[in-house]
C-alpha cells in the first residue's frame, strides 16, 4: 500500500507525456531491492552466471555477496568492478535473494561500505509483484484490475522520468510495495493480462497514480499531501465504498512526555506543553496543520511532518481527532460497615468542582473491594451499581489545578501526585418525604500519571488517487475497473501505450 512518498513536499512531476514513455525502454523495471547492506544471500535451483562484456562466467548456484576493498565477492569469487549482473543460468529462474524469488536479473552495485541489489525484471512481470505486495489476490477481479493500470501508470511515469538514479522505484511503500513472483498466482495473472499495456492519462500524458491503503471515506488533494497544485485528476473526492476497511477507525496513544521527545527530533525546542490541537483541516478532513503550545510558545506542524515524525504505522493517516486525557483512578472507600449503611444510597453527588493540590508525599492508595456493593452515576446520569474501581475524573483544557468534574470522563494537566479534597457523597434516605441528606466529606490520594493524547482517525495511508479498500467495495458491487478508476482518478483516460506509435 502505497502510504509514503518523500521527501515531505517533493516537486514531484505527476504527467510525462506518451512520447516521453515510448523514448524509454518500456521492457524493464529497475526496482531496488536492498540499500547499503553488509551482505545478502543470492540462489538459484538452475544456477547462475555473472554477465560480463566478455560473455557468461559461471558462479556457484548459492552465495553470499560482499563488498569487497576492490569490488564485489560473490562467495569467493571476487569481481573488480563497481556494478555486476547476476543472470540466471537457464535465462528463466527465479532468482532468490535472501529467501525471496524475482524474475529477471539482480544488479549488485558497490557503494560506501554497502551494497545496492536492483532487480532488472520485465514490466508485466513487476506489476505482478506489486499486486501481490499491495492488494490480496482474493479480491475483485475488477479491483486488481484497477489496480494493475494504476500501478503500471505510477511505475511507468517513474520509469518516464529516469535521472542518474541507479533504479526507477523501490520495492516498499516509499513507491509500491513489490514482492517478486510471490504475485504469479492465476488472479493476478489474469488482471496483469487483460490489462497489458493500460495506463491512466490526462490530456495524452501518463499520470503518477498514487493510491493508499484506505482513505476513511475521502481521498485527498493531491496539493495537501505532496504540495503539487497542477493535477486535477487527484483532487479529493467522497468514498462511500470503504466503510468495510478494518482501518476505517484506529486509535493511537502517546504521552506528553512522548510526544516533546518525538517533536523535538525535528529540531524544535519545545517547552512544557500545555495544549495541542488541529489548527488546520482539508477539505477531506485531515489536519493539515497541528499547533502545539508549550511554556517556551508554540510550535505549528504541517499535519504529514507530525505523521513522519510520530510514525507511519502509529499515526496511520492525518484524518485524526485529538482529546488529551488523564485516566487515574479517583475512587474510594471506608470501611466495610460504613459501605453497609451507603447500600441504599441513591445518589452520589460529585460537585461541580473540586480542587486539585499537589502533594510531595507518596499518597495512599483508596480502592473498592470487588466485594463491596458500590454505587455510582455513570456518564449518562445513570445509577450503577458493583462497578468497583470505577474512576471519577475530571477534565480541563487549560491544564489548570481546578477540573470540572464529571464522572467517565479523565484528568489531564498533572505531572506530580495529587490529593483530591472536598468530594462530597450524599445520601438521601429511603422511604422519607424529607429531603434528608447525609454528606461525607473524603480526601482522595492520586498516584500520579502521564498525560496522555489519544489519536482516533480513519483510513491509513496519504489517501491521494485510489483508494485501496473502496476499490474493493466497488468491484464487490458489480463496478467494472474502468468505473473504479474513474471515480478515484476523475478526468482521466485509459490507453494502451503498446498500441501506440512511437
Known amino acids: 500500500m502505497m502510504r509514503v512518498v518523500k521527501p515531505l513536499f517533493p516537486i514531484v512531476i505527476l504527467l510525462v507525456t506518451l512520447q516521453a514513455v515510448w523514448a524509454q525502454d518500456l521492457s524493464l523495471v529497475r526496482v531496488g531491492l536492498l540499500f547499503d547492506v553488509s551482505s545478502c544471500a543470492i540462489s538459484c535451483d538452475s544456477g547462475l552466471v555473472l554477465r560480463t562484456d566478455a560473455g557468461n562466467q559461471r558462479l556457484p548456484s548459492s552465495f553470499a555477496a560482499r563488498p569487497a576493498a576492490d569490488g564485489i565477492d560473490l562467495g569467493g569469487v571476487r569481481v573488480s568492478a563497481p556494478a555486476l549482473t547476476v543472470h540466471p ?10 529467501g525471496r524469488e524475482y524474475r529477471g536479473d539482480l544488479v549488485l552495485i558497490r557503494g560506501g561500505d554497502g551494497l545496492t541489489v536492483v532487480n532488472y525484471v520485465d514490466i508485466d512481470a513487476y506489476i505482478m509483484g506489486v499486486l501481490a505486495g499491495e492488494v490480496p489476490a482474493s479480491w475483485p477481479d475488477e479491483t486488481l484490475r484497477a489496480q494493475a493500470v494504476a500501478a503500471r501508470s505510477y511505475a511507468l511515469n517513474k520509469m518516464a522520468m529516469r535521472t542518474d538514479a541507479q533504479w526507477d522505484v523501490v520495492a516498499t511503500d516509499r513507491d ?18 487483460a490489462t497489458r499495456g493500460e495506463v491512466l492519462t490526462w490530456q495524452g500524458q501518463v499520470v503518477k497514480a498514487y493510491f493508499s491503503a484506505s482513505c476513511g471515506g475521502h481521498t485527498e488533494d493531491v496539493a495537501v499531501a505532496f504540495g503539487e497544485n497542477n493535477a486535477p485528476f487527484l483532487k479529493g473526492v467522497k468514498d462511500p465504498y470503504c466503510a468495510n476497511s478494518p482501518y476505517q477507525q484506529w486509535g493511537q496513544t502517546y504521552t506528553v512526555a512522548e510526544l516533546r521527545r518525538i517533536l523535538s527530533r525535528s529540531g524544535a525546542s519545545i517547552g512544557p506543553v500545555l495544549a495541542v490541537h488541529a489548527s488546520k ?28 515524525l510520530l510514525g507511519y504505522r502509529e499515526l496511520r493517516s492525518t484524518r485524526f481527532d485529538i482529546a488529551v486525557t488523564r485516566s487515574i483512578p479517583v475512587t474510594f472507600t471506608t470501611t466495610r460497615d460504613e459501605w453497609k449503611k451507603l447500600q441504599k444510597t441513591e445518589v452520589y453527588h460529585v460537585p461541580e468542582s473540586i480542587e486539585v493540590g499537589m502533594e510531595e508525599t507518596n499518597p495512599v492508595n483508596h480502592t473498592v473491594k470487588p466485594e463491596d456493593s458500590f454505587y455510582v452515576i455513570s456518564a449518562s446520569g445513570n445509577l450503577e451499581k458493583n462497578r468497583a474501581g470505577y474512576a471519577f475524573a475530571a477534565t480541563d483544557a487549560g491544564l489548570m489545578r481546578t477540573f470540572a468534574m464529571r464522572p467517565g470522563l479523565s484528568v489531564l494537566g498533572v505531572e506530580r501526585d495529587v490529593v483530591v479534597t472536598q468530594l462530597t457523597v450524599r445520601r438521601r434516605k429511603e422511604r422519607t418525604t424529607a429531603r434528608e441528606v447525609k454528606e461525607i466529606k473524603k480526601e482522595i490520594h492520586v498516584k500520579k500519571m502521564p498525560v496522555v493524547l489519544k489519536f482516533t482517525g480513519r483510513g491509513w495511508g496519504h489517501g491521494v488517487g485510489l483508494c485501496q479498500w473502496g476499490a474493493r467495495g466497488m468491484g464487490a458491487q458489480g463496478f467494472d475497473y474502468r468505473e473504479i478508476l474513474a471515480h478515484y482518478y476523475p478526468g482521466t483516460q485509459i490507453k494502451n501505450v503498446r498500441s501506440m506509435g512511437r
Do not use: K
Request: aromatic residues 4%; charged residues 25%.
Open 89 to 98: 543460468a537457464d535465462g528463466q529462474g527465479p532468482l532468490r535473494l535472501n
Open 176 to 193: 509500491q510495495v513489490y514482492e517478486g513472483v510471490q504475485g504469479e498466482v492465476p488472479a493476478i495473472i489474469r488482471a496483469v493480462q
Open 281 to 308: 483541516r482539508s477539505g477531506s478532513g485531515r489536519v493539515e496543520e497541528f499547533t502545539v503550545v508549550h511554556s517556551g510558545g508554540r510550535q505549528v506542524l504541517p499535519g504529514v511532518e507530525l505523521r513522519r
